[in-house]
């Protein structure tokens, strides 16, 4: 297979330590352009022209397989520098043309970088377990217990009207819980972070679990207040367990979230 | 370094999709994936539009102060 493509991983601003990853993937090298190191490798286009990229989505081995290389690559660069991370599947036909990227935006990376500097991403994911939720929210909510009195004295008619009744009621009950977990532990969690940031939520069959994504968000914490931030989950989780509510904190990522040219910069939080 | 701190972290289909195939820097390279072409992979898990639509539900209503995401 010829190599003929360049693949891009992520930039530095020092010089990568790539013999680890050497064992992990071919044709790893760098390529030094204006202060910034990219961190290439060389790929076929056999896998990765156009049309066979566009192939290769529709096969998810593959792309679990690439897309874990393409992972392993940037955090190990991380270990020792600051990285910008690009998205999957960045390619140039010459090493020319990337210079030429590199050179168009070389003011925008390095202001990243160096803000970047010191700081780590986290990512909070929260899941539900709605029946869980809602058994627990049930037993102790006043106006269902008074509902379920009416329905045991009231005609048929009256009680299949009140049993929706109280079906809705439940349902608005779950939703406010789901919506004040959520914004509490955003808004603390947010007081520990440079930036943050919500995501839109993922179905079950891409989380694999039982319980139902209820918030996605990443933060941009710095690296002094990663234990603090840490410490918040676990307070959270603590206070949210008995109600079915599950807290998935994973970290440090590279700012895959917090690197995004043209002002597309999260806000401060 | 008894300071690190790291939680479980493996690169599974979730932060895959999450992280390594929707965010980071997008250029203008030769060759780039596309939003189309990840929604693919969405196809291919068999992911039903009624769960997407169900994701964009809960998506509209974002927590007072939240920063939405920006594409």
Redesign the interface.
């Known amino acids: 297979m010829i190599q003929n493509?360049i693949y891009?991983y992520c930039l530095t601003n020092k010089v990568p330590k790539l013999k680890e990853i050497e064992a992990l993937v071919d044709n790893i090298y760098f390529i030094f352009h204006q202060g910034l190191y990219a961190v290439t490798g060389r790929v076929s286009s056999n896998e990765?022209?156009?049309e066979n990229?566009?192939k290769n989505?529709?096969?998810?081995e593959w792309?679990?397989a690439k897309?874990?290389i393409?992972?392993?690559v940037i955090e190990t660069v991380m270990q020792n520098s600051c990285v910008?991370?690009?998205?999957?599947?960045?390619?140039?036909?010459t090493e020319e043309?990337?210079k030429t990227?590199l050179k168009k935006?070389i003011k925008e990376f390095k202001d990243t970088l160096k803000h970047l500097e010191g700081k780590e991403e986290w990512?909070v994911k929260i899941y539900c377990d709605m029946g869980k939720l809602k058994e627990n929210l049930i037993q102790d909510a006043e106006e269902l217990l008074n509902l379920d009195r009416e329905i045991n004295s009231a005609s048929p008619g009256k009680a299949f009207i009140l049993k929706k009744k109280k079906e809705e009621s439940a349902n608005t009950i779950v939703n406010k819980k789901l919506?004040e977990c959520?914004?509490e532990s955003?808004?603390r969690l947010?007081q520990y972070s440079i930036q943050?940031?919500?995501?839109?939520?993922?179905?079950?069959?891409?989380?694999?679990r039982k319980d139902e994504m209820?918030?996605?968000?990443a933060f941009l914490a710095d690296k002094n207040k990663?234990?603090e931030f840490?410490g918040v989950v676990d307070v959270l989780k603590a206070k949210y367990s008995d109600k079915g509510i599950d807290f998935d904190?994973?970290?440090?990522?590279?700012p895959?979230?917090f690197?995004?040219?043209s002002g597309?910069k999260?806000?401060n939080? | 370094m008894d300071?690190v701190?790291?939680?479980?972290?493996d690169?599974?289909?979730?932060?895959?999709?999450?992280?390594?195939?929707?965010?980071?820097?997008?250029?203008?390279?030769?060759?780039?994936?596309s939003l189309a072409?990840?929604d693919?992979?969405?196809v291919?898990?068999?992911?039903l539009i009624s769960?997407?639509e169900?994701?964009e539900r809960?998506?509209g209503?974002?927590?007072?102060?939240?920063?939405?995401?920006?594409?």
């Open positions: 493509l891009l990765f022209s156009e990229l566009r989505l529709g096969n998810l792309i679990t897309a874990s393409h992972e392993k910008i991370p690009f998205k999957f599947g960045a390619i140039f036909n043309n990337l990227m935006h990512g919506n959520g914004q955003f808004e947010k943050s940031r919500i995501n839109k939520l993922l179905p079950i069959e891409v989380t694999e209820i918030l996605n968000a990663v234990k840490v904190c994973t970290g440090p990522w590279p895959y979230n690197c995004s040219l597309e999260a806000q939080g | 300071n701190i790291t939680k479980s972290k690169v599974t289909l979730l932060e895959i999709l999450d992280r390594v195939l929707d965010k980071g820097v997008v250029i203008s390279g030769d060759i780039v994936i072409d990840v693919l992979i969405y291919g898990l068999k992911v769960s997407v169900t994701m809960l998506r209503a974002p927590f007072a102060g939240g920063q939405e995401e920006p594409n």
